[in-house]
């Protein structure tokens, strides 16, 4: 047993929480003693729901543009944002949004502050190089219940040229400070209540059965999957429901902390290949291979290492999704299955996966970091039969 833990520098969580923002940006020094320092606040597409996020700035005098992320982030889009942050010699980073800005703002403030070029520290289409300095401040402000990425150490970006997605991967990078409030999440559409779900469930149950699983993130990942299991269907069937939301927020903070502390799998390994061939949202991707790819793992690991503890690991998770202390493996898959089926999730055929791509998905995500936190490697056969259920 081994395992290296680096935490978040600080995370205030709750209802309401926004609310203690201007006096840990006064107390904290974010803004510099003369309060003149310059912001860039990263925000969606639409930043109507970022309004109290406004007011707290606005009430203290702040001195800030905005940077509008309309897409999943790209090295053109992140770079983008790099250039205006220097320009503006702006000393403060805020990120108000979905993973997508999260990803961005971690990217920018990390880059801002550093020489050469995005692609001198990208994972595999780049030369994968450390940060040499500090980044700027960033303060990371989820406005999903889903990623988990603001307590994580990267930002995964798109390479379009090279129709892959890939990660920028840095200490550095960990927000000084993530303020979760569940509020930021009662009025998001039904879809993205879902697909941003099902992404959280799936990061605690991979970070569950990764061959990298250990106690510390065991006792995230169980705590937070009993939470998504009471409640991910009643947040989309019940979107008013606060407790629901509450426990959304907690499970998908949970993931990000489990996930940078263990690896991953195939869905993420799959994902990440899918999300750079195709216009696919990453949530979405992950919804619908969860369940092919949980089954394919129980049926080769019953096959080829019925001793593994990861086996029963993925008997447990059936108990704890259902509720039902005499499920079995199968009876999470189905749970899955069901969920995803009351949610609409659409199968991958909808984002222009076909049959005759899949031989090159397989080939470009059996290499994929995530893949290697499986619990057991699986054949090109049997990846491909996980796409084949996935359509």
């Known amino acids: 047993m081994a395992f290296d833990i680096t935490l978040p520098e600080r995370v205030i969580f709750g209802t309401g929480s926004i609310s203690k923002l201007a006096e840990v940006i006064q107390s904290g020094g974010f803004l510099g003693e003369d309060g003149k320092k310059r912001v860039l606040v990263i925000v969606g597409d639409q930043a109507d729901y970022a309004r109290p996020l406004f007011q707290v700035l606005d009430g203290l005098g702040a001195d800030y543009l905005l940077f509008r992320v309309a897409v999943e982030p790209t090295t053109g889009l992140v770079q983008q944002g790099v250039d205006l942050c220097r320009k503006e010699k702006c000393s403060l980073v805020i990120g108000c949004g979905g993973g997508s800005v999260m990803d961005t703002g971690k990217a920018v403030a990390g880059l801002s502050t550093n020489p050469g070029d995005i692609y001198d520290y990208l994972e595999v289409v780049g030369k994968g190089k450390s940060l040499p300095n500090p980044g700027l401040p960033y303060i990371a402000i989820?406005?999903?219940?889903?990623?988990?990425?603001?307590?994580?150490r990267n930002a995964v970006i798109s390479a379009v040229e090279f129709g892959v997605k890939v990660s920028l991967r840095s200490s550095y990078l960990i927000p000084a400070l993530s303020i979760v409030d569940p509020q930021f999440t009662y009025n998001l559409p039904p879809a993205v209540t879902a697909s941003t779900g099902l992404d959280a469930l799936t990061q605690l149950l991979e970070a569950y059965v990764s061959n990298q699983a250990n106690p510390f993130t065991d006792a995230l990942c169980l705590e937070g999957l009993s939470r998504a299991g009471r409640s991910l269907r009643t947040v989309y069937h019940s979107p008013q429901d606060t407790a629901a939301r509450e426990d959304m927020s907690v499970a998908s903070l949970f993931s990000g902390i489990a996930l940078a502390h263990a690896k991953l799998g195939i869905v993420h390994g799959f994902a990440g290949v899918i999300g750079g061939m195709f216009d696919a949202p990453h949530g979405a991707v992950c919804a619908c291979l969860l369940a092919p790819s949980m089954r394919m793992n129980v049926q080769a690991l019953e096959q080829r290492a019925p001793q593994s503890p990861s086996l029963k690991r993925f008997t447990l998770l059936g108990q704890v999704l259902t509720g039902q202390p005499a499920a079995d493996a199968m009876a999470g898959?189905?749970?899955?299955?069901?969920?995803c089926a009351q949610l609409q999730i659409p199968g991958l055929a909808t984002y222009g996966l076909t049959r005759e791509r899949m031989p090159e998905v397989v080939e470009k995500s059996s290499k994929a970091s995530s893949t290697k936190g499986?619990?057991?490697?699986?054949?090109?056969?049997?990846?491909?039969?996980?796409?084949q259920m996935a359509l």
């Open 333 to 339: 898959v189905a749970w899955v299955q069901e969920t």
């Open 374 to 387: 499986n619990p057991i490697v699986l054949t090109a056969e049997e990846m491909e039969e996980i796409l």
């Open 142 to 152: 989820p406005t999903t219940a889903g990623t988990g990425t603001e307590v994580t």
